[in-house]
């Protein structure tokens, strides 16, 4: 039979604006959580991480914001440029050992 | 530092051949992990490894699935025989240790269709 596909959601921004980009993630027990971006043809590339202790953390032109409340991830990029057009996800993780369960990921297109 | 290294980037096979994948990890880290990733069911983590040693492999689909680490600086995963549902990009990860700060690098990933 045929397959069909899974649509990732999308954010569509333009140059100069900013991005904010949302993960939920599901089990209340882990650690740490990680922003990765994968550019077409490429592997996973890391951006930025946040301990389970932390609600937030800079680093350039990039925010994550973690709410432990209701499980919620985000990934703020200032300024968004061209060559952040990419898919991007979220994973967590416990430390010291166990799994890096990634999420289902979100394109960002970014329009000239 | 070459990064994670991966081969072949390309394949395409016929369903039933064998298919090896093979994987050189970043120098000195101790973690190596094999992921899948299909539009279906995104990233999945098949199995990693600890200083060479398998320690969580309830992610391979099946028995067909089977990979390797016999040193620190080479792992293969393989196939066999392969399915048309094994098209898929596999990719190949590393990191120093597993915590927060150690980032898992990926490697550029093998792109497997089995027609």
């Known amino acids: 039979g045929e397959s069909v596909g899974l649509h990732l959601p999308t954010l569509s921004v333009q140059e100069g604006d900013n991005s904010i980009i949302n993960c939920a993630y599901s089990n209340s027990a882990s650690d740490y959580f990680i922003w990765y971006k994968q550019e077409s043809g490429k592997g996973p590339q890391f951006i930025i991480d946040?301990?389970?202790?932390?609600d937030k953390r800079q680093g350039q032109r990039v925010t994550v914001l973690l709410n432990k409340t209701v499980k919620h991830l985000s990934l703020q990029i200032a300024a968004t440029q061209p060559g952040d057009s990419a898919v991007y996800f979220c994973?967590?993780?416990?430390?010291?050992?166990?799994?890096?369960?990634f999420g289902q990921g979100t394109e960002l297109s970014v329009k000239p | 530092d070459a990064g994670v290294i991966q081969s072949p980037r390309h394949e395409v096979t016929e369903m039933g051949q064998e298919v090896t994948l093979r994987c050189k990890p970043i120098?000195?880290?101790?973690?190596l992990f094999w992921y899948r990733q299909t539009m279906m069911r995104g990233l999945e983590l098949l199995i990693y490894?600890?200083?060479?040693?398998?320690?969580?492999d309830s992610g391979m689909p099946e028995d067909r699935f089977s990979a390797k680490m016999p040193n620190a600086s080479f792992s293969t995963l393989k196939i066999q025989p392969s399915e048309p549902r094994d098209s898929a990009v596999y990719f190949c990860?590393?990191?120093?240790?597993?915590?927060?700060?150690?980032?898992?690098?990926f490697g550029e990933g093998s792109w497997l269709t089995v027609v």
């Open positions: 994973a967590e993780g416990y430390n010291q050992g166990g799994k890096l369960i």
């Open positions: 946040i301990r389970s202790n932390m």
């Open positions: 120098s000195g880290h101790d973690y």
């Open positions: 990860a590393s990191s120093l240790a597993f915590n927060l700060g150690n980032t898992i690098y």
């Open positions: 490894f600890n200083n060479n040693v398998p320690i969580d």
